[in-house]
T-cell receptor, first 113, second 112 residues
């Protein structure tokens, strides 16, 4: 176990709805990254938060947004859900920003119908 | 930005044999190359990483080699065991941001 927990583990939403996914980072870690993993593909970087500030963003539209809280836990929000948003959403925490080992949670499986 | 390719997409080996997974990357400025193992229903787990100042790194049955000139890096697993069966991802950092770009993955099956 990595100490990174995500909730919920599974979620079904209707197209057009909004969703919030949550991540508790490993103790002592101040950096959280979010990834989207479609079936049979590698994780795609969404964005990273370092000490409550966004520290880089991948090629995802603005309807993907996030937050990091003072305790370094994090949320991923997706508005106006589309069918293609169906995927496994992974959160990874690391001790610091930069090239340090990232510890992944088990992911949240989102299905949009 | 960085682009990572990975081959093969699937690999089956007999228990005890070796497995090799190869990756290429596009950004010559990349200097960090982690490998992750993802078991069914779990998040990826780092198994080994290598930085550009070394050409090879080994940890028990796992080794990684890096050729910066050719922009290639490889994962070698020796004496494979059934518990090595999983999806393996190579990755390389994108120096534009503090992030890593993942390859598409290799599904490794170790046949007892």
């Amino acid at each position: 176990e990595t100490g990174v927990t995500q909730s919920p583990t599974h979620l079904i939403k209707t197209r057009g709805q909004q969703v919030t996914l949550r991540c508790s980072s490993q103790s002592g870690h101040n950096t959280v990254s979010w990834y989207q993993q479609a079936l049979g593909q590698g994780p795609q970087f969404i964005f990273q938060y370092y000490r409550e500030e966004e520290n880089g963003r991948g090629n995802f539209p603005p309807r993907f947004s996030g937050l990091q809280f003072p305790n370094y836990s994090s949320e991923l929000n997706v508005n106006a859900l589309e069918l293609d948003d169906s995927a496994l959403y992974l959160c990874a925490s690391s001790l610091d920003r930069g090239l340090t080992e990232a510890f992944f949670g088990q992911g949240t499986r989102l299905t949009v119908v | 930005g960085e682009n990572v390719e990975q081959h093969p997409s699937t690999l089956s080996v007999q228990e005890g044999d070796s497995a090799v997974i190869k990756c290429t990357y596009s950004d010559s400025a990349s200097n960090y190359f982690p490998w992750y193992k993802q078991e069914l229903g779990k998040g990826p787990q780092l198994i080994i990483d290598i930085r550009s100042n070394v050409g090879e790194k080994k940890d028990q049955r796992i080794a990684v080699t890096l050729n910066k000139t050719a922009k290639h890096f490889s994962l070698h697993i020796t004496e494979t065991q059934p518990e090595d069966s999983a999806v393996y991802f190579c990755a390389a950092n994108d120096n534009s941001y503090d992030k890593v770009i993942f390859g598409p993955g290799t599904s490794l099956s170790v046949i007892p």
